[in-house]
């Protein structure tokens, strides 16, 4: 955007031409149509050369003034051809161009170059991957093995950083960290005295491939999911021949069938997964009770798991518009996360300017309000079901209830995450290869690095808070399952106050979201930020202070706490009423709120649109009391509204919106979303992370089809979880917990 829109630079570009970095393509390209059967590659000469005298003598001048340069720029590398090896390998190769050496043809031709659309923003030049590790430069007859290497630095044009990154091939002779540095430090001078742009040569680093290890966390990922695998092959056929090994071990006494009824299990946050609780389990025995070695393998049954996963049934008193909700926002999760992977590998970063230019795409850009949804969704099932118990109950006095309260949570919780946070952390990066599989997998910022140092904290949700300036993630979206199991310990403070003093409840609830609000604002107005979306914030910062931190975060929960309250103490009446009524006043009631709300919940989404145009333009932050404003009441409005919007479902005001988010369809989708958020990060990482290429965002449907792939994978690999780890686990809790009841 910068480049687009500075006439100086482009200037400067059109004047003095490419930088110098393109020098050794053009020599080859001129080498190429001058003479190509110099080259001695195992190819028929192009049918289309020019052979006209005219042609040729144009060819051959600019040979001689390439020539020439490229003797002008050799001469400035000090020390090459003495210091080092690697710095005169370099020079042999540079200079072998000429001559049609293949070796050096090869090396140049594998190396990142700059391509088409340096003016509006490609500075992602990577390279021929291949050709480097395993093509031409990959034979050892040919100058030895050959190894890619990750460039990147900042140069300064106009006055502005930009951020250049392309791909080095690495002879053998450089295969030294030091080397390289050296090497680079020389071109960084070079680029200074072309005088187009500025660099600091202290910038520059260079990551070259390595074999990873495959070390102690790498085998008990393998471990733990091989055993699961096991499992569930074992459950599997276990299911398939029980009645044949009944049949055959009581002599044919399989007439004896026990039917038994799944317990509705009261604390199920559906905010994870919602699994119909009246789905009769049958068990064929003989007349002894099941061992409970039968009953184990089964819970890791396909014919189970799969049973459940794809079972529409539902009963009166679900609040199914939830499931519609929980798979639209887990999409739009993933939508976001989509789009900030490939800016990495964008080809053209004017387009972004064009389409920040769109009020339309503030959908993507301004995401956020998907991940309040689901703390508000979460703070409103929690609430009521529990308020349910408590009334059955009259209170939970009992201890043990309160303890199974809490296990259960985090049981059902943390295994699924245990085996994302393995495959994320130490099996992702033994898979991917890629000019920048190497960055992406060794940096410090890596999920490897991460986890190794704090897996521990990730599995006592205390990630978001330790350590307190953290240079990465264990795993990318851990934060939010920190946060998300911090407020459901402390929930029943709030839910049992409502349940016995509804006046104390209500304040203690209400107090609580005011200083949150409160700490927002007072933290943005601080540290001088400005919403997450702007472009001149710091994201370090907005992450660090405000996006993952539970005090700040807790408001959309509480705003869930109290709306599955009211829907508790009224809903019911509520409904009843609105049954008495003729379809044209329930319009007249309905219409009103489904305005106000969509109109508060689009104020939030878009409603940072001016500022950002103001951001891309003056390059300032927009005025300290709007990102006040935002930051400590957009989360609150945006659940507020969204909440408001469930009752009117619930109580029969939805219309055709309360029939499209109940849709029995959604309940196969929604059972996955855990699974989906658990593994979209690292999957979509993965992905971009293995690209050879750019990415050219326009049209709009190539990043169409890139999202649309990525959310495909997502949910498929979610299958995958929820049917060997998710699933599996909740039947044995299932039988635990009838066991003990």
Known sequence: ????????????????????????????????????????LPLPAPPNIPTSSDTRILQQALLTNFTSSINDILSNFEGFGDATKCSAKISELTSGVLSGNLESIAFVDALGKPGSGVTTGNFLWLGDYEMCGKGVLGNETIGGIYQNCLVKGYV??????????????????????????????????????????????ASWTVQCD????????????????????????????????????????????????????????????????????????????????????????KCFALQKTMGTLFSTNTKPGQVLCLNGIRVLSINWVVLGHAYAFCTSYMGSYSYVAELMKRRSFMVVLNGLPSVDSFFALSGFLVTYLL????????????????????VHRYVRLTMPYLVAMLIEGWLYRLVMTGPRAQQASESDLSAHAMCKKYWY??????????????????VGQGWYLANDMQFFIIAPVFIVLLFRKSIIGLIATMSTMLCSAIAAAVVTAYYHLGPATTAETDQSDEMRLLYTKPWIRITPYLVGILAGWFYWKWGEAISAKVKTLAEWQKVACATPLWVVTAAVEYAVVFGLYDDIQHVQQEHTNPSEVASVFYESLARIAWSLALTAQVLLCQCGLGGFINSLLGWSGWLVFSRLTYSVFLLHLGLQGVLTGQMRHSIFLNPDFEFAVIYLGMLAIAYLSAAVLYLVVEQPIANLEGITYRKNK
């Open 457 to 474: 904290l990730n599995l006592l949700y205390i990630n978001n808070i330790v350590p307190w300036n953290p240079t990465g993630a264990c």
């Open 387 to 406: 308020l349910k118990q408590l009334a059955k109950r009259g209170g939970m006095s009992n201890p043990l209830h309160w303890i199974a309260f809490y």
């Open 210 to 297: 390595v074999d990873q290890e495959f070390d102690a966390g790498a085998y008990a990922a393998v471990t733990i999911i091989s055993l699961f695998g096991f499992l569930v092959v074992v459950g599997t056929l276990w299911y398939l021949l029980e009645p044949i090994i009944v049949s055959f071990t009581e002599g044919g006494k399989d007439d004896t069938t026990v039917l038994v009824q799944a317990e509705e299990n009261v604390y199920e946050d559906v905010d994870l997964q919602s699994r119909p609780s009246d789905i009769k389990e049958k068990y064929q025995t003989t007349n002894q009770p099941e061992s409970f070695l039968g009953r184990f393998f």
């Open 156 to 201: 300064f044009a106009g006055g502005f950083p930009l951020t250049l990154t392309w791909t080095g091939c690495s002879p053998p002779e450089c295969q030294n960290t030091t080397d390289l540095q050296g090497v680079l430090k020389q071109i960084a001078s070079l680029i200074n005295k072309s005088g187009i742009v500025k660099t600091d040569p």
């Open 1 to 40: 955007y910068y480049i687009t829109n500075n006439l100086r630079f482009q200037q400067m570009v059109i004047r003095k031409g490419t930088l110098q970095l393109c020098l050794f393509v053009i020599l080859v390209i001129v080498q190429t149509t001058a003479n190509p059967w110099h080259l001695q």
